[in-house]
């Protein structure tokens, strides 16, 4: 399938190693963060969240660093595996009308190497 | 299904040509959210429902596209007069809480 990685920043690791993969988000009033996985040819997929009022929560191999003081935002992924290879959005979001609207940021493309 | 269904999959138009875009969200979420992502790019909002109701539809890029959610459930995206520019994927999600589920797209060509 095409890739979406196309023209994005890239992140090359091996396969074992510990990644982490950057965002830097522009709304100071987002009061919820979300990582995105983006394989190709599909639609993002949810990885983690993490509200405004926290600064670390973990999941499954995977951590978000939240730093409301720069706004920016990390995921950390552990051993990472070949099957983690795709491109990684952050998305910032705040409640409108009810609703929680996903602002995506530009996207990283992780490429592990077996 | 249990997913966010998208539909067609891929969609060829001549420039001019008006498409329909179709999504079917997850049974009883509330939010239905349509997305554009070009190459390389993030996906950029384009319009928002509550239910029926089209409460943000400030990132339509023109007067030629148009979204439309009549009984609340499925969702249809029409662009009229396609331009080579429309070219795109168009992503719709649908969520209950904070936590937007996506499908896998449209994928457009205009030629």
């Known amino acids: 399938g095409e890739s979406v990685g196309l023209h994005l920043p890239t992140l090359s690791v091996q396969e074992g190693d510990n990644s982490i993969i950057n965002c830097a988000y522009s709304?100071?009033?987002?009061?919820?963060f979300i990582w995105y996985k983006q394989e190709s040819g599909k639609g993002p997929q949810f990885i983690i969240d993490?509200?405004?009022?926290?600064d670390k929560r973990q999941g499954q191999r995977v951590t978000v660093l939240l730093n409301k003081t720069v706004k920016h935002l990390s995921l950390q992924i552990a051993a990472t595996q070949p099957g983690d290879s795709a491109v990684y959005f952050c998305?910032?979001?705040?409640?409108?009308?009810?609703?929680?609207?996903?602002?995506f940021g530009r996207g990283t493309s992780l490429i592990v190497h077996p | 299904g249990a997913g966010v269904s998208q539909s067609p999959r891929y969609k060829v138009a001549k420039r001019g040509q008006d498409v329909a875009l179709r999504c079917d969200p997850i049974?009883?979420?509330?939010?239905l959210f349509w997305y554009q992502q070009a190459l390389g790019q993030g996906p950029e909002f384009l319009t928002y429902?509550?239910?029926?109701?089209?409460?943000?539809k400030s990132g339509l890029p023109s007067d030629r596209f148009f979204a439309e959610r009549p009984e609340g459930s499925v969702s249809t995206l029409k662009i009229q007069r396609t331009q080579q520019e429309d070219s795109a994927v168009y992503l719709c999600?649908?969520?209950?809480?904070?936590?937007?589920?996506f499908g896998q797209g449209t994928r457009l060509t205009v030629v």
């Open positions: 998305a910032e979001t705040s409640a409108s009308g009810g609703s929680y609207i996903p602002t």
């Open positions: 429902f509550q239910n029926e109701a089209q409460l943000d």
């Open positions: 993490i509200r405004s009022n926290m």
């Open positions: 049974s009883g979420h509330v939010s």
């Open positions: 999600a649908s969520s209950l809480l904070q936590e937007a589920f």
């Open positions: 709304n100071s009033a987002s009061d919820y």
